[in-house]
C-alpha cells in the first residue's frame, strides 16, 4: 500500500465530493457505474481505477464470456448442488443477455462463437458427457463432442472428448469496459489510486494522491486488491497470478471458439485477426503463482509451449509477441462474495471471481448498485452472500 507524505498531503487540492465512490475500474466497478447511472441517474457518482481503465485482471484475461463456475456443470452440481448450480448458471447467462442488450456488441468486439470444454482425461471427459445430461435435465444449451468431433473442429490432437455451450462468447475486455464506463456517465478518475478509507459521519472520506473525497456510499470492486484497503476482506479474497502469451497471426484461422480444458487450468482463443492467445499452467507451479507481483516466469511460460506443441502441433513455432500476466482474486469456495462490508455501514464490496470476473460482472454490478442505492437483499444476491464464509469457517472452529 502506498503512502503519502506530509508535504504531498499539504498540497493536494481541495476536497471533493461525491454521492457515490466506486474504486476499482474493471469490469464490476464500470458496471456498478453503469447501473447506477440507469437506476438513478441524479447520482454523482465516481470511478476511480488506480492505473488506466481494465488495467487489472478484466484487462488481463482472455476475454472469455462463459456461463457457470467452474470447468463443467456436472462439477458445479456436486460442488453447491443442482438448484444453487442452475441458479447460479442462470446469473452468469442473465450477465451475458444483458450486457449485449446494453451496449451495442461491436463496441467490444463480441464474437457469438460459443465456448468448448475439452477433456484431457477420462474422468475429465466422463464429467463433460454427465454435464451435457445434466444440462438437458435442466433446460441448458450444450451438446457432447466425441473426440473426432473435437478433432475436426478444433485442428487439435489428443482430447477425449468436449462440451460445446452455443452461449459462450469471445470479447475485447478493454474495449467493454471504456464502453460502460462512458455509457454510465460518471467522473472517471484514472491513475487516481485511493490510498485509505476512513469511516465518517454520513459518510466516507478517501484519501488519493491528488486530493481527500468525501462519499456518501462506497463501493469496493478492487477484487484480489480489496484487502490492500480493508485488511478484514483478506478472509474472502486471496491473489493468484495468471500468466499467458499472444502469439503472431496464423492465417487461415483455425479455432472457432474459446477453448478450456484440463479442468479449466488452459484457456486458449484465436482472435479474427489470427492471433492466438494462451493462458495457464498455473496448477503445475501453485507455491509460485500467488501474490500481487506482475512478472512472467520461464518455467511457466515453457509449459505453455508444450501445452501448443501436444495438442495444436500447428501452432508450433509462432512467433510470441507479447508475454503477461495478471492477478486474480480467488475465494475459499470458487464463488464471489457480494455484499456489505463487515463493520462499515454504507460500504459495499465484490471480490473473488476465481478467474470468471467476466462471467458475473456486469450483473454483480447491477447487484452493488441496487446495494449502495439502499436495497437490503437484491435479486441472486443471497447466492454470494460473504456471510456463508464466516459461517464456513465458525462451523470448523
Given at each position: ?8 498531503s ?27 447511472r ?16 481494465a ?95 473435437v ?10 472428448g ?5 452461449t ?124 500481487y ?46 455484499g456489505?462490508i ?6 459495499y ?23 449502495a ?25
Amino acid at each position: 500500500m502506498s503512502t503519502l507524505s506530509f508535504w504531498q498531503s499539504d498540497h493536494r487540492d481541495a476536497d471533493g465530493f461525491c454521492d457515490v465512490a466506486i474504486v476499482g475500474g474493471g469490469v464490476v466497478g464500470a458496471s456498478t457505474a453503469y447501473w447506477l447511472r440507469r437506476q438513478h441517474p441524479a447520482l454523482r457518482v465516481a470511478l476511480f481505477e488506480r492505473g488506466l481503465l481494465a488495467s487489472g485482471a478484466t484487462g488481463r484475461n482472455a476475454g472469455f464470456v462463459l456461463q457457470g463456475v467452474t470447468s463443467d456443470f456436472a462439477t458445479d452440481v456436486e460442488r453447491y448442488g443442482d438448484e444453487r448450480a442452475r441458479r447460479l448458471w442462470a446469473v452468469t447467462r442473465a450477465s451475458r443477455d444483458g450486457l449485449l442488450e446494453a451496449i451495442p456488441p461491436e463496441r467490444f468486439d463480441f464474437e457469438a462463437s460459443g465456448s468448448l470444454t475439452l477433456a484431457a482425461t477420462p474422468e475429465e471427459d466422463d464429467r463433460l458427457r454427465r454435464s451435457a445430461r445434466l444440462m438437458y435435465e435442466a433446460g441448458l444449451p450444450s451438446s457432447y463432442l466425441p473426440p473426432g468431433d473435437v478433432a475436426q473442429r478444433t485442428s487439435s490432437k489428443g482430447f477425449y472428448g468436449g462440451l460445446l455451450v452455443p452461449t459462450g462468447g469471445m470479447l475485447d475486455p478493454v474495449r467493454l469496459v471504456r464502453a460502460l464506463a462512458e455509457a454510465s456517465g460518471a467522473a472517471l478518475e484514472e491513475q487516481h489510486p485511493v490510498l485509505h478509507i476512513a469511516p465518517q459521519p454520513g459518510g466516507f472520506l478517501l484519501e488519493t494522491p491528488r486530493r481527500r473525497v468525501r462519499t456518501a456510499a462506497l463501493v469496493l470492486a478492487a477484487n484480489a486488491y480489496a484487502p490492500q484497503l480493508v485488511p478484514a476482506l483478506s478472509a474472502y479474497v486471496r491473489p493468484v497470478r495468471a500468466q499467458m502469451l499472444a502469439t503472431e497471426p496464423m492465417r487461415p484461422c483455425w479455432l472457432p471458439a474459446p477453448v478450456y480444458s484440463h479442468d479449466g487450468y488452459f484457456y486458449l482463443r484465436q482472435k479474427a485477426t489470427g492471433e492466438l492467445l494462451l493462458g495457464g499452467a498455473r496448477h503445475r507451479h501453485a507455491e509460485a503463482e500467488v501474490g500481487y507481483d506482475d512478472a512472467v516466469t520461464e518455467a511457466l511460460q515453457r509449459d505453455l509451449h508444450a501445452y501448443l506443441a501436444q495438442h495444436f502441433p500447428q501452432a508450433e513455432g509462432l512467433a510470441v509477441t507479447r508475454r503477461w500476466s495478471g492477478t486474480m482474486g480467488f475465494s475459499p469456495d470458487g464463488l464471489p462474495s457480494v455484499g456489505p462490508i463487515p463493520d462499515l455501514p454504507g460500504a459495499y464490496f465484490a471480490a473473488g471471481f476465481t478467474g470468471h470476473g467476466l462471467a458475473y460482472g456486469f450483473r454483480v454490478g447491477q447487484m452493488l448498485a441496487e446495494f449502495a442505492s439502499g436495497v437490503a437483499s437484491p435479486a441472486d444476491a443471497d447466492l454470494f452472500d460473504p456471510m456463508r464464509l464466516k459461517c464456513a469457517a465458525a462451523a470448523h472452529l
